[in-house]
């Protein structure tokens, strides 16, 4: 007996994309290898890491934790979908990563991913955060690399980049 396969029609980045892919698919695998959107990284496999993070509907989600059937009719981003157009082919950095580039909150850079997301989704709903408020902003996501010093410094310096984009 096969395996059951479902066509399901994600839409990423603003592309829409119909697949056929088995039932029990992970959002993340479904990204990395059915999309090839490496920029999600998968680290612990059980959503504790944060590493996998995307934006689902805005969200913040452990893509290793859902099935990509249950992203049918959601909006998906991916750290690849937070860079600006802003007419260049390229475009430019969100303010979450230009944040993260002028404070230097990356080493290894495997789960600076899931910070970007996590973070762009946190500004929405607090854009002016404390270095307290910023510190629960990342909670759940790990780190092995900065001591989050870094990490802490670029989120106050994306809201402030955000702040002066507006």
Do not use: K, W
Not at 21 to 50: F, K, Y
């Amino acid at each position: 007996m096969g395996e059951d396969v479902q066509e399901v029609r994600l839409t990423v980045n603003g592309v829409v994309h119909d697949l056929r892919v088995p039932a029990r698919r992970l959002l993340s695998d479904s990204l990395r290898h059915d999309l090839g959107l490496t920029g999600t990284h998968v680290g612990c496999e059980h959503g504790v890491c944060g590493a996998c993070t995307v934006l689902v509907d805005g969200r913040p989600v452990r893509s290793c934790l859902m099935f990509a059937v249950s992203a049918v009719d959601s909006e998906i981003t991916t750290v690849e979908g937070l860079t600006e157009r802003d007419g260049s082919p390229e475009g430019r950095l969100g303010p979450v990563q230009q944040g993260f580039a002028d404070c230097h909150g990356l080493q290894c850079g495997f789960c600076t991913p899931g910070f970007l997301t996590t973070i762009t989704a946190g500004l929405r709903d607090n854009p002016d955060p404390t270095e307290d408020e910023a510190r629960e902003m990342i909670a759940g996501n790990l780190c092995r690399c900065t001591g989050y010093a870094n990490i802490v410094a670029s989120v106050l310096r994306a809201a402030q980049i955000a702040s002066e984009r507006a």
